[in-house]
């Protein structure tokens, strides 16, 4: 079975369905996939952080793990994780972002305007775009100050992580476009549906 490639800097979005298995590929090292994910059904129901920390009862997501809706239903579980560093505390990098923390760099729309451009074909507007469950981030948080920092992903060409769908969706995948969450480079993100 083939990868998909998505192009550094971009996005993309697609159905995937329950039992089928997401396989999100850093191919080079040192990048970041932002992933969202919607109820097929119903857009309204999305993936959230605080309802996985909650039940999860972890920051630190990784094999074992599953990630929660808005609802409270399972929406992905991690079954395999070959990178085991992941960031769901950030929200995808926007045009804000970029004239926020990068003022000597062109403004571009980041995760969040590629997320944005991909989803409105399934009736997700903006608004409705939550935080991401950041594939490969590496953002360390402080157990004293609890102040974070964005770091360069440990990932390594050909890590993966392998997410079971419990529940027929939307995902929104991104190849990520911020400076300080990939080490100062862009590169591209590669996925497989497995059946």
């Excluded at 997320?115 to 948080?141: C, H, Q, R, W």
């Excluded at 992903?153 to 992580?161: A, E, L, R, Y």
């Amino acid at each position: 079975m083939s990868a998909i490639r998505i192009a550094p800097r971009s996005g993309t979005a697609f159905e995937l369905r329950k039992g089928e298995v997401l396989k999100v590929i850093d191919p080079e090292g040192v990048q970041v996939s932002d992933l969202l994910a919607f109820a097929l059904d119903d857009t309204g129901e999305v993936i959230s952080n605080g309802r996985t920390f909650d039940y999860e009862e972890t920051i630190k997501l990784s094999m074992g793990n599953q990630l929660w809706s808005n609802r409270s239903n399972v929406m992905l579980s991690i079954i395999e994780d070959t990178a085991g560093c992941h960031d769901f505390l950030l929200t995808p990098c926007s045009e804000a972002t970029f004239r926020h923390f990068y003022p000597e760099h062109p403004v571009h729309r980041g995760c969040f305007g590629n997320l944005a451009k991909a989803l409105a074909k399934y009736g997700v507007s903006e608004d409705a775009i939550p935080t991401a469950f950041n594939l490969f981030m590496n953002v360390p948080v402080d157990a004293k100050s609890g102040r974070l920092s964005v770091e360069p992903p440990s990932s390594k060409p050909g890590d993966f992580i392998r997410m079971r769908a419990e529940m027929d969706m939307v995902i929104g995948l991104t190849a990520c476009s911020a400076y300080a969450s990939n080490g100062g480079s862009f590169k591209p993100i590669d996925y497989i549906i497995e059946g």
